[in-house]
Protein backbone atom coordinates (compact mmCIF):
# COMPACT_ATOMS: atom_id res chain seq x y z
CA UNK A 1 0.00 0.00 0.00
CA UNK A 2 2.65 2.37 1.05
CA UNK A 3 5.08 2.16 -1.80
CA UNK A 4 2.89 4.47 -4.12
CA UNK A 5 2.49 7.21 -1.13
CA UNK A 6 4.04 10.88 -0.83
CA UNK A 7 6.13 10.82 2.72
CA UNK A 8 6.26 14.29 4.85
CA UNK A 9 8.99 13.63 7.35
CA UNK A 10 10.03 15.88 10.71
CA UNK A 11 13.23 15.31 10.94
CA UNK A 12 13.75 15.54 14.24
CA UNK A 13 11.70 12.32 14.37
CA UNK A 14 13.18 10.45 11.80
CA UNK A 15 11.80 6.82 12.94
CA UNK A 16 7.98 7.29 11.77
CA UNK A 17 6.64 9.80 8.54
CA UNK A 18 4.76 13.12 10.03
CA UNK A 19 2.59 12.36 7.59
CA UNK A 20 1.32 10.18 4.78
CA UNK A 21 -0.28 11.00 1.54
CA UNK A 22 -1.72 7.35 0.18
CA UNK A 23 -3.02 9.02 -4.08
CA UNK A 24 -0.76 7.25 -6.46
CA UNK A 25 -1.42 3.93 -8.12
CA UNK A 26 2.22 3.84 -9.07
CA UNK A 27 5.36 5.36 -7.68
CA UNK A 28 5.43 9.28 -7.19
CA UNK A 29 8.43 10.88 -8.62
CA UNK A 30 7.76 14.53 -7.51
CA UNK A 31 6.27 16.94 -5.38
CA UNK A 32 5.96 20.93 -4.70
CA UNK A 33 4.30 22.15 -1.89
CA UNK A 34 1.70 24.97 -2.65
CA UNK A 35 2.99 28.49 -2.23
CA UNK A 36 -0.45 30.32 -1.65
CA UNK A 37 -1.60 27.19 0.90
CA UNK A 38 0.98 26.08 2.92
CA UNK A 39 -0.78 22.90 3.81
CA UNK A 40 -1.34 21.84 0.07
CA UNK A 41 1.35 19.68 -1.80
CA UNK A 42 0.91 18.58 -5.51
CA UNK A 43 2.63 15.43 -6.29
CA UNK A 44 3.13 13.76 -9.90
CA UNK A 45 3.93 10.02 -10.51
CA UNK A 46 4.80 6.79 -12.90
CA UNK A 47 0.99 6.58 -13.08
CA UNK A 48 0.78 9.78 -15.45
CA UNK A 49 -1.10 11.49 -12.52
CA UNK A 50 -0.48 15.43 -11.14
CA UNK A 51 -2.60 14.80 -8.04
CA UNK A 52 -3.60 17.92 -5.40
CA UNK A 53 -3.86 16.82 -1.64
CA UNK A 54 -4.49 18.68 1.09
CA UNK A 55 -2.85 17.61 4.30
CA UNK A 56 -5.77 18.44 6.64
CA UNK A 57 -8.11 16.18 5.33
CA UNK A 58 -6.04 13.36 2.53
CA UNK A 59 -3.24 12.37 5.16
CA UNK A 60 -2.94 9.95 6.90
CA UNK A 61 -0.83 10.80 10.81
CA UNK A 62 0.96 7.30 11.66
CA UNK A 63 1.58 9.27 14.60
CA UNK A 64 -1.63 9.50 16.00
CA UNK A 65 -1.75 5.76 15.43
CA UNK A 66 1.44 4.75 17.66
CA UNK A 67 1.32 2.83 20.92
CA UNK A 68 2.87 4.43 23.54
CA UNK A 69 2.72 1.58 26.46
CA UNK A 70 5.06 -0.95 26.37
CA UNK A 71 5.71 -4.10 28.61
CA UNK A 72 8.77 -6.12 28.83
CA UNK A 73 9.23 -9.18 30.67
CA UNK A 74 11.84 -11.80 31.84
CA UNK A 75 12.22 -15.57 32.68
CA UNK A 76 13.50 -14.70 36.18
CA UNK A 77 9.98 -13.64 36.72
CA UNK A 78 10.63 -9.72 36.80
CA UNK A 79 8.10 -7.38 34.71
CA UNK A 80 8.38 -4.01 33.79
CA UNK A 81 5.79 -1.78 32.47
CA UNK A 82 5.83 2.12 30.87
CA UNK A 83 2.99 4.18 29.87
CA UNK A 84 3.50 7.60 28.43
CA UNK A 85 0.95 10.12 27.65
CA UNK A 86 1.36 12.83 24.54
CA UNK A 87 -0.30 15.41 23.44
CA UNK A 88 -0.97 14.38 19.79
CA UNK A 89 -3.10 17.56 19.24
CA UNK A 90 -0.31 19.77 19.84
CA UNK A 91 2.47 17.75 17.72
CA UNK A 92 -0.37 18.49 14.38
CA UNK A 93 -1.82 21.87 14.96
CA UNK A 94 -0.25 23.32 12.52
CA UNK A 95 -2.49 20.98 10.03
CA UNK A 96 -5.20 21.71 11.52
Known sequence: ?????????????????????????????GIEWSKKHGTRLFSGGKDGLLIRSTLK???YRPFENVRTTA????????LCSVTDQLDREQIYQEFK
Open 71 to 78: ISWRSATE
Open 1 to 29: RYAHSVYVWDVGRPFIPYLVVDCHRDVPT
Open 57 to 59: TDA
